[in-house]
């Protein structure tokens, strides 16, 4: 019984190819339901995002299993095959385990330690539930994928920085004015990064915008959408005491906010800090007004910086948060490995006992003259053979439970014995039996 | 004696035992660690306070009359306020700093002359123990403002620099450690002032005269004035931040030298009984 899995993601295929696989979130039933109808596998779950799009299913075959799949994903799509070939990747048993954990504690995503994976793959799973194409071994994953997930986010500090300039900006202010509300943000000028940044100081709890524009109107526009007020861009500098926090991003070729006006700024406000950043290129603000006690002057290039270093911070975070992920891939291939023990052991003796049984029907037809107790004696002594003879394969397997090379010895057990297939029933797809 | 010693010496590995916690949870980012460490600290200055319980019924007296006695009382005023600091700022990254140097300060006692010294009359006044509790409440709170103030300059250096090193992630907020230098400034001012009074009236039952400019006195009035021109400034002309945490580290090495400079460089009155011994 193995994970296998099947998909591409932005490591492995550009953005052209990924929107052309992208399963859409509103109908994923049918590409679910036939996911689940190719032959070699059971239980099924789509993971698809904008950055990836990955199979997960539970086979027994999973050299065919990964055909099939690879082969579904281009068909349900009317793509060749041999177009997404190069794409693809694939992996069985614990590569597999390990690929998903890492996904989901977001180790493998674009930006390392961002939040969302793991809210995707959730949204998975419970696609996978609803339909009913998950069964006992994907249920037990992927919920384990979560806790592990949170485990990485708890025990490292993965996702403890802000990764973005306008995350970056509303973190130093935190470092300043401790919280945010009660708060007033003024934005002088527009622009994209701007707005971004206003936007995630409102969420914050910046509870006052002011707004000013060389164009009254947009000015107006942009206050509205934030809650705000527009100040006449004439006389912006007197609203300035009132101002904790400024975003200025003008076209301005010249500095708009002059370390002199500041200073004065500064008095009025009796000291009580400033944060204000300028992401307008040219500056807006003179750099000198850094060295003003009260102010706190930040450019694009200081907020790439602090970002840079929270890029790098995390680097190190994610390789404490592998040895997390390895040390749980094994325990759940052992979890694995167990589930198929004990039917191989059931297995394997019912075997053996057909044969005894069938060999002393055969024997015993042709020696008609034994007493009861003699038959009795030949019943025993074939039974004691069969118990000997399974002592020791049936330790062996039991042991492989606790960790090692399970399913080889299980695999080996089954092929030379030819055995049947006897997981299927604990594998049905059944959602509702989670543990 | 012996009870005291074993009280003595269990605070003292409390105190290092929270001061490990502490730095464990700073270091090591492991906040649980800190909060163990302070759960550690508060039955510390539980045990240090029965310490001195002991020690009073045995003296008789308060119990602050040797260096020995002096460095133990001020390392349990410090940890009494920053306990109370603590439950309203969340300031474990602080405890980090103040438990170790309590523990040195406990340190410092054990290897100070302890004797409990036949107390001279002179200092037999109910004032007597106001006027310690109140000057060493005081200075416990100056010296927390001096640790705020530490962590306010380091914190807005790198805000400033845009450089930022592993502890900017622990220290807190420019605005809550500057808070907490306004707090400790405005706690140990009163306190302050409460046992300058206090002395005075005690110098007054025991020699007639409410100030005499002993040094211990001039320093005193000295740093009161430096604290009061600080707190001044906080209160009516916006002094906050950098230039109030600079003051307070001035200040507070002006205080220093009022209580340990003067009684090892000067002399006075300040300096009876055990001191003289040294």
């Known amino acids: 019984m193995n994970i296998v899995i099947v998909g591409l993601s932005h490591k492995t295929a550009p953005v052209e190819i990924r929107e052309k696989v992208a399963f859409p979130p509103t109908a994923m039933e049918v590409p679910l339901q036939q996911m689940l109808s190719l032959p070699s596998i059971s239980e099924a779950v789509i993971v698809s995002t904008c950055n990836r799009v990955e199979l997960y299913a539970i086979s027994r075959q999973p050299d065919a299993a990964t055909i099939e799949m690879k082969q579904f994903i281009a068909d349900f799509h009317g793509l060749k095959l041999e177009v997404l070939q190069d794409h693809l990747y694939d992996f069985e048993g614990e590569g597999a385990i390990q690929h998903v954990l890492r996904v989901a504690a977001s180790l493998d995503s674009m930006m390392i330690g961002e939040p969302q994976i793991l809210g995707q793959i959730k949204t998975a799973y419970g696609y996978a539930c609803e339909y009913k194409t998950v069964g006992l071994i994907l249920n037990r994953f992927l919920n384990k994928a979560f806790s592990v997930a949170k485990r990485v986010r708890t025990e490292t500090a993965i996702a403890s920085s802000a990764v973005s300039v306008s995350f970056a900006a509303v973190e130093l202010a935190r470092k300043i004015f401790d919280s945010l509300e009660n708060k007033t943000v003024m934005l002088i000028g527009a622009g994209e990064m701007c707005e971004l940044a206003a936007k995630h100081f409102v969420n914050n709890g910046v509870s006052k915008v002011l707004v000013t524009n060389r164009t009254f109107s947009r000015a107006e526009k942009l206050a509205e959408a934030f809650g705000g007020v527009a100040v006449n861009f004439d006389n912006f500098r007197e609203q300035l005491h009132r101002v904790d926090i400024v975003l200025s991003s003008t076209g301005a070729s010249d500095y708009i906010l002059s370390a002199k006006k500041l200073k004065e700024v500064c008095k009025e406000r009796r000291y009580k800090p400033m944060f204000l950043i300028d992401i307008a290129v040219p500056r807006d603000i003179d750099p000198a007004a850094n060295k003003l006690d009260s102010v706190y002057l930040y450019d694009v290039d200081d907020l790439q910086g602090v970002v840079q270093a929270n890029l790098k911070g995390r680097q190190k975070e994610a390789a404490k948060a592998e040895l997390i992920v390895n040390e749980e891939v094994s325990q759940f291939q052992n979890w694995l490995s167990s589930l198929e023990v004990k039917p191989t052991i059931v297995a394997l003796r019912q075997q053996l006992e057909q044969v005894r049984q069938a060999e002393m029907a055969k024997t015993l037809s042709s020696l008609n003259k034994l007493n009861d107790k003699e038959r009795k004696a030949i019943e025993s002594m074939t039974c004691a053979i069969v118990n000997k003879i399974l002592h020791h394969p049936t330790h062996i397997l039991k042991q492989t439970n606790n960790g090692g090379d399970g399913n080889l010895y299980i695999d080996a057990v089954r092929t030379l014995f030819d055995l049947p297939d006897p997981v299927e029933q604990n594998t049905n797809p059944n959602p509702d039996k989670s543990d | ?278």
């Open chain 2, 1 to 278: 004696m012996g009870t005291i010693n074993l009280l003595f010496s269990t605070t003292t590995l409390i105190y290092l035992a929270s001061s490990i916690l502490y730095l464990v949870a700073m270091v090591g980012k492991q906040p649980q660690a800190g909060r163990v460490g302070r759960w550690a600290l508060l039955v510390g200055v539980v045990v240090h306070a029965s310490c001195f319980a002991v020690r009073h019924s045995a003296a008789g007296a308060t119990p602050v009359t040797s260096l020995h006695e002096s460095l133990s009382f001020f390392a349990w005023c410090m940890v009494l306020l920053f306990l109370l600091l603590d439950l309203r700022f969340h300031l474990s990254v602080m405890g980090a700093f103040v438990a170790p140097f309590t523990f040195l300060l406990m340190v410092g006692s054990a290897f100070s002359p302890d004797i409990v010294v036949p107390l001279n009359p002179l200092l037999k006044s109910w004032l007597f123990p106001v006027h310690i509790t109140f000057a060493f409440l005081g200075n416990a709170a100056f010296a927390l403002s001096f640790g705020a103030g530490v962590m306010y300059l380091i914190q807005n250096r790198m805000l400033k620099s845009k450089r930022f090193t592993g502890i900017y992630q622990l220290l807190p907020s420019l605005d809550v450690l500057d808070k907490v230098n306004y707090t400790c400034l405005s706690v140990g001012f009163p306190l302050m002032t409460l046992g300058i009074i206090s002395g005075a009236f005690w110098a007054n039952t025991a020699w007639g005269s409410y100030w005499r400019w002993d040094p211990k006195e001039t320093w005193a009035l000295i740093t009161w004035f430096l604290y009061a021109a600080l707190l001044h400034g906080r209160l009516t002309i916006g002094w906050r931040g950098r230039r109030a945490a600079i003051f307070s580290i001035i200040a507070f090495i002006f205080l220093l030298f009022t209580f340990l400079g003067v009684n090892l460089l000067l002399g006075g009155y300040h300096t009876f009984e055990a001191f003289a011994t040294l």
